[in-house]
């Protein structure tokens, strides 16, 4: 009898016990959302890498409330796949460049006007501006929720033989992001622009459907492509903008306490992101020349800018008008 009694009171205090456990663990594992993150680049690549820091960050404020899936390598497609993904809500969070997300909201293209800006901080302090609230706000109504932007280095031509001069481009092909502003810059150049999704363009590039194409010295070192365009021409003609964003319908679910911690990790994570950046862009050069590539200096740098100025006039009315471009210009 005394043996039945100890072993109901050890079954009651067991019970009790799972009993006091169970709605943490049921209230956890409710709470776990998968964030499904595409990469374009490996895993040792800022764009990864930023995720990464993003994840750590959150996790020490909410442990246990988000799964990171991140996908690498274009997996999940080039950026326009991507963000049409993110829209039907198979991809809740990635990178992009403001080029692609032009197509949505085509006044982003201020951001990618050609020689505007003198280096990386005139960009930061131009986005930190209303301007950048005020694209944020409309990328949002898009369907794209903005953490921050990010900075992925300035843009530099890339061909298969040395050009230095504008007038060396005439008659070539020449790959560009699927964005009318950069159609319209490389044509003032007598170039032929052909659209090509970048996991597609070595390949594009090694069978001539393209003669060159621009890039940041990251990407150009991450997709190898010194092996097929090795001239690089230090034109750093735009500053390639993108941004951290996660979708709407994905953000839309979530509680504002978590959307807080997302926020202040991807403006934690842009920040890591500009030093990872610069950090690659040292190690992709010195990939890139250990590898047959070899960096060349523009000359006529009044020829390249009056190419450009074309660019400006043309998408004047498009991005917010000449004082608007011109009073970014400006910015100290």
Not at 199 to 225: C, H, I, Q
Not at 278 to 292: I, M, N, P, T
Request: no cysteine.
């Amino acid at each position: 009898m005394i043996k039945l009694k100890r072993r109901r009171l050890l079954t009651a205090t067991a019970t009790a016990a799972v009993a006091l456990l169970t709605p943490n663990l049921v209230r956890a594992s409710g709470r776990v959302t998968t964030i499904t993150i595409a990469s374009l680049l490996g895993e040792d690549k800022p764009e990864t890498l930023v995720w990464l820091k993003i994840r750590d960050l959150v996790e020490s404020k909410l442990p246990g409330e988000f799964r990171f899936n991140i996908v690498k390598n274009s997996a999940l497609g080039g950026e326009k796949e991507v963000l049409e993904g993110a829209r039907l809500g198979s991809i809740q969070a990635s990178l992009s460049t403001v080029s692609s997300l032009s197509g949505w909201l085509p006044e982003l293209q201020i951001l990618d006007l050609p020689f505007l800006f003198r280096d990386a901080d005139h960009v930061r302090k131009t986005v930190d501006d209303q301007l950048g609230d005020n694209l944020k706000r409309k990328l949002a109504g898009q369907g794209f929720v903005v953490g921050d932007f990010i900075n992925y280095g300035a843009r530099h031509l890339l061909t298969k033989e040395p050009v230095t001069r504008p007038e060396q481009l005439a008659g070539k092909k020449i790959r560009v992001i699927q964005s009318p502003l950069h159609t319209t810059l490389w044509s003032a150049f007598g170039t032929t622009p052909v659209g090509i999704p970048i996991p597609e363009t070595y390949n594009a590039l090694s069978s001539g459907v393209a003669d060159a194409m621009d890039l940041t010295k990251s990407a150009y070192a991450g997709f190898k492509l010194y092996e097929v365009v090795p001239y690089m021409t230090e034109t750093g003609h735009i500053w390639a903008s993108g941004v951290i964003f996660y979708a709407a319908p994905f953000w839309k679910q979530l509680t504002e306490e978590q959307r807080t911690v997302l926020g202040d990790a991807s403006r934690e994570g842009a920040r890591y992101f500009g030093r990872l950046m610069a950090e690659d862009e040292a190690k992709s050069v010195e990939q890139a020349l250990g590898h047959g590539g070899k960096i060349v200096a523009p000359e006529a740098p009044d020829e390249w800018r009056k190419g450009a100025r074309g660019t400006w006039e043309r998408f004047a009315e498009t991005v917010g008008g000449m004082p608007l471009i011109e009073s970014v210009q400006q910015i100290g």
